[in-house]
């Protein structure tokens, strides 16, 4: 998903997995499992925005890193991070997007996802999903923190393909400044000419 400095919908999902094109999350495998509604979901995040405690408005620099990947040893997992350089992306997220609750902000509008848990209070997240994309089930636990300056969240991935392994990220995320204005449009014509 491509979103630059333009206003476009922010979500954790999409700066977590975005130029990466790692799929986090199926139906549930236990119908006795307990799974969150949309509402249940948005209602805790309406409570952070409401405590003051969510994501604030303005330009955001993300950067992310390897934890550990299935069948890497620690050194060629350190090697892949070097590889893919310190590089923040950066998005914006609008006063109108950082006031409203939505229950894809961390899935993306793209995902057949269920959070089986999910805990967004006193400046930590903890969240259970299980997703599918593409024919990939894969059960993912964010856990970390958050505020409205800074946040710093492990994502955890297991499928089948993994084994026993999870892959896990870090994403670590800076509020850098208010967003950059929108491109100003110029005429096509020299000014004084109809």
Known sequence: ???GFGCGRVRLHSIIIGGIMLASCGAPQDEADRILTEEEVESRID??????EFLAPGRWET??????????????VE????????DASATCLAAEQA?????RFITGDDQDCTYRSFELEGGRIDARLTCSVQGLAMETHLSGEYGPERYAVD????NDTFGEQ???L???ANRAGDCFPAPVETPDTPQGEG
């Open 155 to 158: 994502m955890e991935m297991r």
């Open 47 to 52: 409570r952070a925005i409401a405590d003051g």
């Open 170 to 172: 870090r994403i670590e």
């Open 63 to 76: 950067r992310i890193s390897f934890v550990s990947i299935p069948g890497l040893s620690a050194n060629m």
């Open 1 to 3: 998903m491509k979103r």
């Open 99 to 103: 006031e409203r609750s939505d229950a």
């Open 166 to 168: 999870a892959m896990t």
């Open 79 to 86: 090697a892949r991070n070097r590889a893919m350089g310190n």
